[in-house]
């Protein structure tokens, strides 16, 4: 298979991947409850069975690696260089979400626990970012329309329910907010990894006629 075909196949692969590691975790760790805790308490330093969602995370952020190598070519303008680099940027923080987990509960932040604030904040703001960029790619390439609104869509919506993430707003619902907010990436992950599969080579290399 070629970087695009296994890129795309990787982007849709990830929303499964996240969705059946965050269940599983969360069935086996004593007392989670999704909709008050956060996806990353899951992974705690000795938290029972954290290894599940670090692995989950780890897994995630290597699908999203490929994803961007598919798209560096098969979004070959300025903006889709641009945007691919981006999605490479979120695979890494993404990784670096599950090696660096949070302090044990009731204990003091930990290095590894800081840089895990610092690598999430990193990726959730790439979540957001990454889809306009790809807007303007798309906005260029031939009958990308669709594709154009649903990333303004994933972004524009992304950074309002980014809002309450970063501000504890809602406290006794912030597991259910975050999911919120994560499913817009991961859902706009999924699709562009279906657009690399299934766009026709005409709409895929609009901007680059000797692709």
């Known amino acids: 298979m070629d970087r695009r075909t296994i890129g795309g196949l990787a982007g849709m ?50 699908l999203d690696l490929l994803l961007a190598r598919g798209l560096a070519r098969g979004a070959p303008s300025r903006p889709g260089r641009i945007g691919s680099a981006l999605v490479a940027m979120l695979g890494v923080a993404t990784v670096g979400v599950g090696m660096f987990p949070l302090q044990p509960a009731g204990t003091e932040p930990t290095p590894l626990a800081r840089a895990h604030l610092g690598v999430a904040l990193t990726a959730f703001t790439l979540d957001v970012v990454t889809p306009l960029v790809f ?15 649903l990333s303004l869509a994933s972004g524009i919506l992304g950074a309002v329910l980014l809002v309450p993430v970063l501000f504890g707003l809602f406290p006794a619902h912030k597991g259910l907010v975050q999911r919120a907010f994560l499913a817009v990436p991961f859902a706009w992950t999924g699709i562009i990894g279906a657009w690399l599969l ?14």
């Open 13 to 62: 692969a990830s929303p499964a991947v996240f969705t059946a590691f965050l269940a599983a975790a969360g069935a086996i760790v004593p007392g989670y409850d999704h909709v008050s805790q956060h996806v990353s308490e899951l992974a705690r330093q000795s938290g029972p069975h954290a290894w599940v969602m670090r692995l989950g995370l780890v897994i995630v952020g290597i």
């Open 198 to 211: 299934v766009a026709r080579p005409e709409d895929r290399d609009a901007i680059d006629p000797r692709r």
């Open 135 to 149: 807007a303007a790619h798309f906005r260029d390439a031939a009958r990308s329309q669709t594709m154009r609104g």
